[in-house]
């Protein structure tokens, strides 16, 4: 079993940066990817970035390349999230993700570890 927690999320004005952080229990953190998902309120939850278990790969949706930056340090059972320059329709809770594979994955339902979750609020 695998546990994530999130941390890092907050408020931030418009065009300010934050690093989220996803920790993970156990040994196999090492051998999948890590996706990062959001949900904003009244909308589905959508995929935001995924990096291979190697750390070589990475994937990023349109809406935040060029902003965001995905990372991940096996050593210490940790990926990161920065978000750059943020904006308000970043507003969501971000989680973190594992699925059963190395490769990266876009679809939730391909996910099998999940974190609690953390609120990133950005104001205007």
């Known amino acids: 079993q695998v546990h994530l927690v999130e941390s890092g999320g907050g408020l931030v004005q418009a065009g300010g940066s934050l690093r989220l952080a996803c920790v993970a229990s156990?040994?196999?953190?090492?051998?999948?990817?890590v996706g990062w998902f959001r949900q904003a309120p009244g909308k589905e939850r959508e995929f935001v970035t995924g990096?291979?278990?190697?750390?070589?790969?990475?994937r990023y949706a349109d809406s935040v390349k060029g902003r965001f930056t995905i990372s991940r340090d096996s050593a210490k059972n940790t990926a990161y999230l920065q978000m750059n320059s943020l904006k308000p329709e970043d507003t969501a809770v971000y989680y973190c993700?594992?699925?059963?594979?190395?490769?990266?994955?876009?679809?939730?339902?391909?996910?099998?570890?999940w974190g609690q979750g953390t609120q990133v609020t950005v104001s205007s």
């Open positions: 993700a594992q699925p059963l594979t190395p490769l990266i994955r876009d679809t939730e339902d391909t996910y099998r570890y």
């Open positions: 990096i291979s278990a190697s750390g070589v790969t990475t």
């Open positions: 156990g040994e196999t953190f090492r051998r999948y990817a």
